[in-house]
């Protein structure tokens, strides 16, 4: 056996409609496939999936890092559109310059600056 690709990556959410506006309004992801139980995502490249989730669940950080040209710009831009941070703009002990962030349900990630990547 040997593994091909990622496949997607899945956040549980608690309202499409509002998974929707966050990912697509917000972020600029691309909607691929939308039903009445899932929407999927294009982000960078990525696929992401937020599917209805019902009950709890205990949300922790994802280790996602989607790149971005710019993290301070994508900082300001998305606490002036309204998006709440989890953390600062910071410099990792690793050396990626980088800023926490939450979908409405609470699903984190970060957005890294592409530099750190070298593009």
Not at 6 to 11: C, G, S, T
Request: overall charge negative.
């Amino acid at each position: 056996m040997q593994i091909k690709r990622l496949a997607f990556v899945a956040f549980p959410v608690s309202d499409l409609k509002q998974a929707r506006a966050f990912y697509s309004q917000k972020l600029g992801a691309t909607i691929l496939v939308e039903s009445g139980e899932a929407i999927d995502f294009d982000m960078g490249g990525t696929r992401i999936r937020t599917y209805l989730h019902k009950g709890e669940y205990h949300r922790q950080h994802s280790g996602l890092q989607f790149s971005v040209d710019d993290v301070e710009g994508a900082f300001t831009e998305l606490t002036l559109a309204g998006v709440r941070p989890r953390s600062d703009v910071r410099t990792e002990p690793w050396g990626g310059k980088v800023f926490t962030l939450a979908d409405p349900d609470g699903n984190l990630f970060d957005l890294l600056e592409a530099s750190y990547l070298g593009q």
